[in-house]
């Protein structure tokens, strides 16, 4: 199975940004370019929620309350996924999660903070 760590996390001010990063591991390069990726995120006592979307055909999908201010991106070639997030708000605080669809694999989550 696929194994995923996420990093990036931290704690930043209203309007800051944070670049969070996936690396995958446990497959190869030429595998890592058919998965579709993902980053969700799970706040305290909310169900955890899909934050974007990225295809192995190079579409990208974001949530509402993310478009616009997020920006996901890949480079197959090291096996990495990111998640660029910038204007940050208090509602971005969650842990986020990086996803890996075909073998349902999932990191284990890194903590975003956003304060005031």
């Known amino acids: 199975q696929v194994q995923l760590v996420e990093s990036g996390g931290g704690s930043v001010k209203d309007g800051g940004s944070l670049r969070l990063s996936c690396k995958a591991s446990?497959?190869?390069?030429?595998?890592?370019?058919?998965?579709?990726m993902a980053w969700y995120r799970q706040a305290p006592g909310k169900q955890r929620e899909l934050v974007a979307r990225s295809s192995s055909g190079g579409s990208t999908t974001y949530s509402d309350s993310v478009k616009g201010r997020f920006i996901i991106s890949r480079d197959s070639s090291k096996k990495v996924v990111y998640l660029q997030m910038n204007s940050l708000k208090s509602e971005d605080t969650a842990v986020y999660y990086c996803h890996e669809e075909r073998s349902n694999s999932w990191g284990q989550g890194t903590q975003v903070t956003v304060s005031s």
């Open positions: 446990r497959t190869i390069t030429s595998v890592f370019w058919g998965f579709d």
